[in-house]
């Protein structure tokens, strides 16, 4: 997006993006920019915008924003799967949940072993 443009926030989910303090999600969170808020672009390196809000500066993911000069055509048409969650977040879930799982699995198992065995010190 061009410096100077204005974008709105947008999410797939429909929840807040997050205003961070630098250009990678491990920095501090500023703040949390409702959906439709209007940021300016400060910088764009094409991953991350500097922006300005309401709630101050900071650095957003550029996939949460749209220019607010596009204009769409009726005709156009777009993969709207795209929009639906990204997939690794849903890949990091499934993950989670299996390991969740294989832990209270090897739990029970050891405390069934231990019953058997006796505690081993």
Do not use: C, H
Request: negative net charge; glycine residues 8%; hydrophobic residues 35%.
């Amino acid at each position: 997006m061009k410096t100077g443009s204005t974008a709105i926030v947008t999410t797939p989910s429909g929840s807040p993006a997050g205003l961070y303090q630098g250009s990678i999600v491990t920095s501090p969170l500023l703040n949390q920019l409702p959906i439709n808020s209007e940021v300016v672009i400060l910088a764009d390196d094409g991953l991350w915008a500097q922006v300005k809000s309401n709630s101050g500066v900071g650095y957003v993911m550029t996939v949460f924003l749209s220019p607010m000069d596009t204009e769409v055509s009726s005709t156009e048409s777009y993969d709207f799967e795209y929009y639906k969650e990204d997939d690794s977040v849903q890949e990091w879930e499934k993950e989670k949940k299996a390991l969740k799982e294989r832990v209270a699995f090897l739990e029970r198992r050891v405390k069934e072993l231990e019953g058997k065995l006796g505690k081993v010190s």
